[in-house]
C-alpha cells in the first residue's frame, strides 16, 4: 500500500530516491517524503502531503539534498491519519528515522506504552508509533540491529522498514514480514526496495528478503541476518524484467500501454505450459491422477484476479463438468471454510503480496489443502508460499487498473480448465491440442484486431462519457466478464458501474435504468444470443442506451441496440479475450475524456498489502 526505496553509494541519493519513488507511487501517492543524511553526517526528514512533485519543490530548500549519499524515502497510500505533511513519512526522532509500509495493529498500546516512557507524538499514523519504539529499543541497547530486533517482537501487524540511525552514517537497515521487500546491488552502491522496477533503472541484481530477516545495507554491499542475528548467505539474482518494462515508452499511460502489451504477455505466459501441443502442469505437482482426485477446487482471490477466476469457474464447469468455487480473499479466510488434504485452493494474484490472498492461502495450507499460487511477481510471498506455482509473464503491471494480468490469467485459467477436462476424460487429447493451439496462437491475433480497431472504442467512450451510471450485462461467460468491466469503468473513471446477468435486470434493477444510462451488452455467444437480445429490448423500452458488443456475423436487430461494437468471429469460448480488451478500453477512454489520473485513481492503490 505504500512504497518505500532506500539508496547508500557513491553517487547522489536525491535523484535515485526520487526515481524509486516515482516508480513505486502506483502502490501509494498521497505523500512523500525521504531522510538523508548530510554531507557532515547529520540526519534531516523531509516529506510533503501529495504527488512526488510536491516534495521534490520542498527539497530546493534543503542543501543537503543535492549532496547526500544516503537515504531512504517513501510514497503513501493513507491508513492511519488523512494525507498531510505531518502523517507523511518518514517518521522517527533526530536518532532515527524509518519508513514503513504495512499496518502496525498494536500502535495504540505501543503508543500509550512509550507516552508513559516520556514519548510525545505529533502524528495520527500507526508508523509514528513503531519508529518511536525503535528509538525506545535503540536508547536501551546502544546497537540498530538489536534495536530493531526488539522492537518488531512488540508489533502487531505487517511491516516493511527502511531505518537509517544517525549513529551510523551511509547504513540502511531493512526488515520485513507480510510485506515485499528486496535488495539491490548496482555498480555505485546498493539499495533496498518494495518492489523491483524501482531499482531497475540502476540494477539488475537483487535479492528478496525473507520473513523476519534483518538486511544492513552499505556502499559495499548487503548482509542479511536471520532474527537471531546469524549471518544468512544468499546469492544476487538476475532481474527477469528490463527498465522498460517500468516506463512508459511511447504510450500516454502505463494502462494503455500494459493493454497493447496483451498479445505477446498472453503468449509468453502459456508458452512455457504447453508440452507436446498439451498444457503441463506436472512443475507445479499437478499430473492427471493427482488433478483428478482433488475433492473440491477454490479459486480465491481479490478484485480482477477474482473475476479471473469468476471465468475460470465457468470454463472449468462447461469442459470438465467439475464444480469450482470462486471466494472473495477477505471472505474466505473468516469463513472456516470446508477444507482438508483432498481439495485444492488456487490463489490467483498479480502481485503476490495481497494480504487478503496470503492470508486465504497461509489458511487453506493450515487445512491440508494443497495450494496453487498464478502469480506476476516472481518471488512474491504467495509464490514462495504456495505448494505450486504457476508464473503469468505479463512482465510489471504498473497502472493500478490490472488489464494484461487479468488476460494472462484467463489463459492460465483456460488452460487449466482444458487439462482439467483431459484429467476427467471429458476432452480427448487431440481436441486437448486443438483448444490449446487455438488459445496461443489465434486469440493473441484476435486482441491485436481490437487494438487495431481501438479508435471505436474511443468514440463510444466520448458519446456516453458524462453518464451517472452505467450497466454491464451477459449471460454465462460474457456474466463473467460484466463484472470485470464494470470494475473496470468505476475505478478510473468514477462512474458509477454495476454488473448484472442480462436476464437478472428486470429483477430490480431496470428501475434504475433511464434516458442517459447506457447499459453495455456483451454477448459473444451465439447460442444466448436470442436471449439477451430481448433483455436488450427492455432496456430500450425504458429509454436505456445500449452498446452491444457481439461477433462479426451475428444477425442483430438493429432495434436492439444504440451502438454496436464486433468482436472479430471465433469459437465463441475464446471471444471474452477480445471483449475484455474493448472493456478495459472503454473505461480508458472515457477516463480520458473525463481527465482523470488514470494510471493512479483516487483512493485507491496498485498493491494492497493491509486488510
Ligand atoms: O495483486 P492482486 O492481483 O492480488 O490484486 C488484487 C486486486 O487488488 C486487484 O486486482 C484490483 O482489483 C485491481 N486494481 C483492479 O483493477
Same mark, same amino acid.
Given at each position: 500500500m505504500c512504497g518505500i526505496i532506500g539508496y547508500t553509494g557513491s553517487e547522489n541519493a536525491v535523484p535515485r530516491l526520487l526515481e524509486g519513488l516515482r516508480t513505486l507511487e502506483y502502490r501509494g501517492y498521497d505523500s512523500a517524503g525521504i531522510a538523508i543524511f548530510s554531507e557532515k553526517n547529520s540526519l534531516t526528514g523531509i516529506k510533503s502531503k501529495g504527488r512526488i512533485e510536491n516534495l521534490e519543490a520542498k527539497l530546493s530548500y534543503f542543501p543537503d539534498a543535492s549532496v547526500s549519499h544516503c537515504g531512504i524515502g517513501h510514497t503513501r497510500w493513507a491508513t492511519? %491519519?488523512? @494525507?498531510?505533511d505531518i502523517n507523511s513519512h518518514p517518521h522517527g526522532t533526530p536518532r532515527v528515522y524509518i519508513v514503513h509500509n504495512g499496518i502496525i495493529e498494536n500502535y495504540a498500546e505501543l503508543k500509550d506504552f512509550l507516552i508513559s516512557q516520556g514519548y510525545t507524538f505529533s502524528s495520527q499514523t500507526d508508523t509514528e508509533a513503531a519508529a518511536l519504539m525503535i528509538d525506545y529499543c535503540y536508547n536501551l541497547t546502544q546497537n540498530p540491529a538489536d534495536a530493531i530486533l526488539s522492537a518488531v517482537k512488540r508489533f502487531k501487524g505487517s511491516y516493511a522498514i527502511g531505518a537509517v540511525f544517525s549513529s551510523e552514517p551511509g547504513k540502511i537497515y531493512a526488515i520485513r514480514k507480510d510485506n515485499p521487500l528486496i535488495a539491490a546491488i548496482s555498480s555505485d552502491g546498493c539499495f533496498i526496495a518494495s518492489d523491483l522496477p524501482a531499482v531497475l533503472k540502476y540494477t539488475d541484481n537483487y535479492m528478496r528478503i525473507d520473513e523476519g530477516e534483518l538486511a544492513v545495507v552499505e556502499q559495499s554491499g548487503i548482509k542479511i541476518y536471520s532474527p537471531d542475528k546469524t549471518e544468512v548467505k544468499r546469492d544476487f539474482k538476475k532481474a527477469e524484467w528490463d527498465v522498460s518494462c517500468a516506463t512508459k515508452g511511447e504510450y500516454p499511460h502505463f494502462m494503455l500501454k500494459e493493454i497493447h502489451e496483451e498479445p505477446t504477455a498472453l503468449f509468453q505466459t502459456l508458452y512455457p505450459i504447453i508440452s507436446d501441443g498439451m498444457p503441463n502442469f506436472d512443475s507445479a505437482g499437478l499430473n492427471d491422477t493427482r488433478l483428478k482426485k482433488f475433492k473440491k477446487i477454490y479459486v480465491v482471490a481479490c478484485g480482477t484476479a477474482m473475476h479471473a477466476g469468476l471465468v475460470g469457474k465457468f470454463i472449468a464447469e462447461k469442459m470438465a463438468r467439475v464444480p469450482l468455487e470462486v471466494e472473495i480473499a477477505s471472505e474466505f479466510r473468516y469463513k472456516n471454510p470446508i477444507l482438508d488434504k483432498t481439495d485444492m485452493v488456487i490463489i490467483i494474484s498479480q502481485s503476490g503480496e495481497t494480504a487478503d490472498s496470503l492470508a486465504a492461502l497461509r489458511l487453506a495450507k493450515q487445512c491440508g489443502a494443497y495450494t496453487l499460487g498464478v502469480v506476476n511477481? @516472481? %518471488?512474491s510471498s504467495v509464490a514462495r508460499e504456495a505448494d505450486g506455482v504457476i508464473y503469468t509473464h505479463a512482465g510489471p503491471e504498473i497502472a493500478v487498473a490490472s488489464t494484461k494480468a487479468y488476460t494472462v490469467q484467463l489463459g492460465i485459467m483456460y488452460l487449466f480448465a482444458f487439462r482439467l477436462a483431459y484429467a476427467h476424460e471429458k476432452m480427448d487429447s487431440s481436441q486437448l491440442r486443438k483448444y490449446t493451439q487455438e488459445l496461443i496462437t489465434s486469440v493473441p491475433e484476435l486482441i491485436h484486431k481490437i487494438l487495431d480497431t481501438q479508435s471505436e472504442c474511443a468514440a463510444i467512450s466520448k458519446k456516453y462519457k458524462n453518464a451517472h451510471s452505467a450497466f454491464f450485462i451477459g449471460r454465462g461467460l460474457d456474466y463473467a466478464l460484466s463484472s470485470e468491466a464494470a470494475l473496470k469503468l468505476k475505478e478510473i473513471s468514477y462512474i458509477h458501474s454495476e454488473a448484472y446477468a442480462a436476464g437478472e435486470l428486470k429483477h430490480g434493477t431496470l428501475s434504475l435504468v433511464c434516458e442517459d444510462t447506457p447499459v453495455f451488452a456483451f454477448a459473444g455467444c451465439a447460442d444466448l444470443l436470442d436471449k439477451t437480445i430481448s433483455n436488450l429490448r427492455e432496456v430500450r423500452a425504458r429509454g436505456g442506451k445500449v452498446v452491444l458488443i457481439c461477433q462479426q456475423g451475428f444477425q442483430v436487430p438493429s432495434d436492439s441496440y444504440d451502438d454496436i461494437l464486433y468482436l472479430p468471429s471465433c469459437d465463441q469460448m475464446f471471444t471474452i479475450f477480445p471483449a475484455a480488451t474493448i472493456a478495459q478500453l472503454i473505461a480508458y477512454y472515457t477516463s480520458l475524456e473525463l481527465g482523470r489520473d488514470i494510471d493512479r485513481p483516487r483512493n485507491l492503490a496498485k498493491s494492497v498489502t493491509v486488510e
Open positions: 492511519h %491519519g488523512e @494525507p498531510s511477481v @516472481p %518471488g
